[in-house]
């Protein structure tokens, strides 16, 4: 079972995703059904490897190695650490929240399971992956199928479309051409990490990562100074670092619900994942000379994140920039180079992703609803809906992060560790904390309070199951990992400590 | 004298001279017959091949023929090692699935099929002579063996002007590289007085690198270089590729762009830097730039294109591109680092394969969907609501091309990016780079085209179970070997064994 157990993490989604293949296009509860099989699967490994991670262990567990091409000396090679656990957790719970919420997709139903099973494939493997070759192929696995979600089940939304192109068209070619241009730049740093391993003091060239881990880039001159901003900035793109993050409003806006959440659930957090992994994990000379700069750019990613959000009439624009904005914590954090700044960063990619995706979750049950995404149109649904308003407020609230939810710890966190590094940044950082306030309680009192449009006066809204168990499922989490984040923070101490040390210097 | 080292020629010459005999007695309605027979002829000769030379699944079968495995044996100016055995199976294959695509392409139309198939032996006989001679004029002959009945082919359909303009063009542009590449191989005995390669290259006074001393040998290997590079399509010298492409019937075209362009390329691996160590930098150079031409240009001028052939021919370019840029990226070999060890020639020959079986996929797809009609992106609207199967497997080899994991082209490109960063082409490889990003563009304009448009109108779609069967067994494999390169990664590498030892 452990050597086995990631692979089948990320095996179920694609073995699934090949049994609908299979099956007869008009058979959708057995699609369904599937689908569900293969998200109770993961689910269900997540947790086990969360359960079963032992912090006090040895760094790397359930590893499984697999020579793979020999001549290029790369590996299939899989294991997680306390950085990757709270990532397998929440792909495991996104993937089944993702796949439920699908449910409401009426379209060419087939087809939309396959293609999203496969981005939670491609997710799930590139959270255990410790082979860069392997990192690449999920990676792309992840982001190209998005292309064809946004592409044949997106919306065109209230923007106007361009003449040649249709919005969620133009959204979808924006994204892949974002998101690949990433990868390139991915591609080249790895290179160049494989080509100048032996001169850091590896015996031979090498894409294993634990291999690359041991080896000082720090020696050659010049060379980590270059290839880390390479990486960050590579990384960024994904993960929506100020200046390239103008994608992620157009595409999440576009999604569908379902990929929305897996976007700024999950994908976001493969890019911060990639930075830590990668960029700081192998050079952490040069992370303490570059990140300084990235922290200012994180302010601002957190302080225009923000203020773009305030100004947008689009509910999915809203949550889209409030991302933005949030991602701007995880990279401050990161900035901080210390380890209660490091674990706030780690805390809000768990946390982030919980709580974005009940948001886009709760816009897509909205837009199912009312058929309109502007708030401007909206109003007073609180009465005709209460489920959903409830929801939205505790999933607003979470995002502003009000104590006892977990929002509220990552960004306590992120700018405790910010404070004793960096005192100026975190005061005006917390700017955007007043200005998340802001937008949250402007969007509820839009939607759900004040009066009600008569277009929807007569209307009563049903929810469904589906709809109601992932929403309540994500508001628990949010919860339990607010009033009790040891459950977190207790697993990724031992890794993140040897990592900020290198960061610091001590080390070698 | 003994033949047998020209046994597989010799069965293709076979192969066609019956296929012409059989074709006289024929009556007028049962034409298609000859697709047939000349579908299992092949796979005849492919089994033989592969029984003759050996390999890791019939090792004891190899003893019945001849063992040529271990000792390279050459034969008035004639060469039959692994490396082109490897080669010449890759045509046996890509001639095997042509065929299938052509007995589908005649279904309807009775005309010469007889000379048809003939002549498309002819040129996979000129393909395999031309990996294995060691000698400049029987390259110059299988060159134009190779050559000669793609111009007819390239012109068959007689009563469509776009193909007899295809295949004119085809013809001057070809007279031209030919007369190019014979001057150049007289200027080059000219000055050195012998057309065997093996003297020509190896180490002493009379040898093919004191260019800089003799500007008669100089002009002579530049006319031969361009002669070949024109074969390849490799910019500048790739302005017949799109009228051909689109013109030619697309099973010809189907094979038009794998064989020839995958032989030469065969040959200039043998040639240039692998058995010119001095002269190194300079070849380098030369195909890092003819590397950096194609790959841009090709991408951008198949941005716009709106013929689904020209597209691909264009496409076609810039994979040339990808392929001289791991020929640049190669070193020569030496006692302690021969060929078999270097990712440079691993990565060129495992490329070679990801893109024979790419590009047969993409003009299997093309050729499937043109009997319907459909020619270009536009007409694509739709496909993957009305034929699902046939969607997924042009996607696949779409993006194959385009070099996204986990298909082999990606692989393939990985394996080219790492060997040129090894030879310190940084510059190549970050052109190389971009240059996918912007192919990107064009591949997901034809996939857009099938997922996201409705189709405009309704077209019935002719089964025909063995391209179907074919198409389905090639698409998945570029699948499977993107996920599992190892087994072909091996082939490439025992293809490399004991390479240019004897030559």
Same mark, same amino acid.
């Given at each position: ?73 790369? *590996? ?29 997709? !009426? ?14 494939? *491609? ?33 065109? *939304? ?15 070619? !924006? ?89 700024? *659930?999950?994908?976001? !957090? ?98 199912? !609803? ?139 | ?101 052509? &007995? ?343 996939? &857009? ?10 077209? &019935? ?43």
């Amino acid at each position: 079972m452990d050597a086995s157990t990631l692979t089948l993490f990320y095996a179920l989604p694609i073995l699934a995703a090949a049994a609908i293949f299979c099956v007869p296009k008009e058979k959708v509860g057995w699609v369904r059904a599937l689908a569900v099989l293969a998200g109770l699967g993961t689910l269900a490994i997540s947790i086990f490897v969360y359960a079963t991670y032992d912090p006090n262990g040895p760094q790397w567990q359930f590893e499984t190695y697999q020579p793979w091409i020999p001549s290029l000396h790369i *590996g299939y090679h899989l294991a997680v650490d306390g950085i990757s656990v709270p990532m397998v957790l929440l792909t495991g719970i996104l993937n089944l929240a993702a796949i439920l919420i699908s449910f409401s997709v !009426k379209e060419r139903v087939k087809e939309y399971f396959i293609f999203l099973l496969l981005v939670e494939a *491609g997710v799930a493997g590139s959270f255990v992956s410790l082979d860069l070759f392997f990192f690449i192929i999920f990676y792309e696995l992840a982001s190209i199928p998005i292309y064809f979600l946004i592409g044949m089940w997106g919306s065109d *939304g209230q923007q106007a479309s361009r003449s040649w192109v249709t919005k969620r068209e133009f959204s979808a070619l !924006k994204l892949l051409i974002y998101l690949q241009l990433g990868g390139a730049l991915i591609l080249t740093g790895f290179f160049l990490l494989y080509l100048f391993a032996p001169q850091a003091g590896l015996p031979y060239s090498t894409f294993d990562f634990i291999e690359l881990s041991r080896a000082n880039f720090g020696q050659i001159a010049n060379f980590s100074r270059i290839v880390f901003p390479l990486l960050f900035v590579a990384f960024g793109i994904e993960a929506g670092l100020f200046p390239f993050h103008t994608w992620l409003p157009d595409g999440h806006s576009a999604a569908p619900t379902a990929v929305s959440m897996l976007l700024a *659930g999950v994908l976001l !957090k493969m890019g911060a994942y990639g930075m830590i992994r990668f960029a700081a994990g192998l050079m952490p000379d040069a992370g303490k000379l570059w990140l300084p700069l990235f922290g200012v750019i994180a302010v601002i990613n957190i302080l225009y994140g923000a203020w773009c959000a305030l100004k947008q009439t689009d509910i999915k624009y809203i949550i889209a920039y409030s991302s933005v904005s949030h991602m701007g914590i995880v990279f401050l954090g990161l900035a901080s180079q210390n380890i209660i700044g490091w674990s706030g960063a780690l805390f809000q990619m768990f946390s982030h992703g919980i709580v974005t995706a009940l948001l886009f979750a709760l816009a897509g049950i909205l837009y199912e !609803k009312t058929h309109t995404r502007n708030v401007m149109n909206l109003g007073g649904l609180a009465p005709q809906m209460p489920f959903v308003a409830v929801c939205f407020v505790l999933g607003g609230l979470a995002s502003l992060g009000l104590p006892g939810m977990s929002g509220f710890v990552a960004e306590f966190l992120t700018f405790m560790g910010t404070y004793g590094w960096m005192k100026g940044l975190m005061i005006v950082s917390t700017l955007g904390l007043v200005l998340t306030a802001l937008y949250i309680l402007l969007t509820v009192k839009k939607v759900f309070f004040g009066p009600l449009n008569d277009a929807y006066k007569d209307e009563t809204y049903k929810n469904f199951w589906w709809e109601k168990v992932p929403v309540a499922g994500l508001i628990m989490i949010t919860l339990l990992f607010g009033i009790m984040p040891s459950l977190l923070t207790a697993l990724s101490q031992n890794s993140i400590g040897p990592m900020i040390r290198a960061l610091s210097g001590m080390a070698h | 004298m003994d033949l047998s080292p020209l046994f597989p020629e010799l069965l293709l010459l076979g192969l066609a001279i019956l296929v012409l005999v059989i074709d006289w007695f024929l009556p007028k309605g049962k034409k298609s017959a000859l697709g047939y027979i000349a579908i299992i002829g092949v796979v005849l000769i492919i089994l033989l091949v592969h029984l003759a030379y050996g390999t890791k699944f019939f090792p004891g079968a190899a003893e019945l023929f001849f063992n040529f495995n271990n000792n390279p044996m050459v034969f008035q100016g004639f060469v039959v090692d692994a490396f082109a055995v490897f080669f010449k199976k890759i045509f046996l294959l890509a001639l095997g699935v042509v065929f299938i695509y052509s &007995s589908f392409f005649f279904k309807n139309k009775g005309e010469n099929q007889g000379e048809y198939y003939a002549l498309m032996i002819f040129v996979a006989m000129g393909c395999s002579l031309l990996v294995s001679s060691s000698d400049l004029l029987l390259f110059f002959v299988s060159f134009e063996l190779m050559s000669i009945p793609l111009y007819l082919l390239a012109g068959f359909s007689k009563r469509d002007s776009r193909s007899n303009e295809a295949g004119l063009k085809y013809f001057l542009i070809g007279a031209i590289t030919s007369a190019i590449l014979l001057y150049g191989i007289s200027l080059i005995y000219a000055s050195l007085g012998t057309t065997d390669l093996r003297r020509l290259v190896a180490p002493g006074p009379i040898n093919l690198f004191h260019l800089q001393s003799d500007p008669v040998l100089l002009i002579g290997v530049i006319f031969v270089l361009s002669g070949l590079a024109f074969k390849i399509a490799a910019a500048p010298f790739h302005m017949w590729v799109p009228d051909v492409y689109e013109g030619a019937p697309t099973p010809v075209v189907s094979f038009l762009a794998v064989g020839p362009k995958i032989a030469v390329i065969g040959f200039i691996l043998r040639i240039f830097i692998s058995s010119m160590p001095e002269s190194e930098p300079l070849w380098t150079l030369y195909f890092a730039i003819l590397s950096a031409l194609s790959m841009t240009m090709g991408n951008l001028m198949a941005l716009h294109q709106t013929n689904l052939k020209r597209l691909l021919a264009y496409s076609g370019v810039a994979q040339i591109g990808y392929i001289l840029l791991g020929v640049a990226a190669i070193q020569a070999p030496t006692p302690i680092a021969p060929a078999s060890v270097q990712i440079g020639y691993q990565a060129v020959l495992f490329y070679l394969v990801a893109y024979a079986l790419t590009e047969l996929t993409a003009f299997g797809v093309v050729t499937y969907l043109g009997s319907m009609g459909r020619e270009t992106v536009e007409s694509c609207q739709g496909l993957a609501r009305t034929s699902p199967g046939l969607a997924f497997i042009f996607m696949l080899s779409l993006f194959s091309l385009a070099g996204i994991p986990p298909l082999i082209g990606f692989v393939g490109k990985f394996y080219l990016f790492a060997a040129a960063f090894q030879k310190q082409l940084y510059w190549l490889v970050i052109l190389g780079i971009l240059n996918s990003v912007v192919a990107l563009f064009y591949y997901f304009r034809i996939a &857009s085209s099938m997922y996201f448009k409705k189709e405009k109108e309704e077209t &019935s779609f002719i089964a025909y179970a063995p391209i179907q069967a074919t198409l389905w067994v090639i698409g998945l494999t570029l699948l499977i070997i993107g996920v599992y390169p190892k087994t072909v990664i091996d082939l490439a590498q025992s293809a490399l064994q004991r390479f240019l030892v004897g030559f």
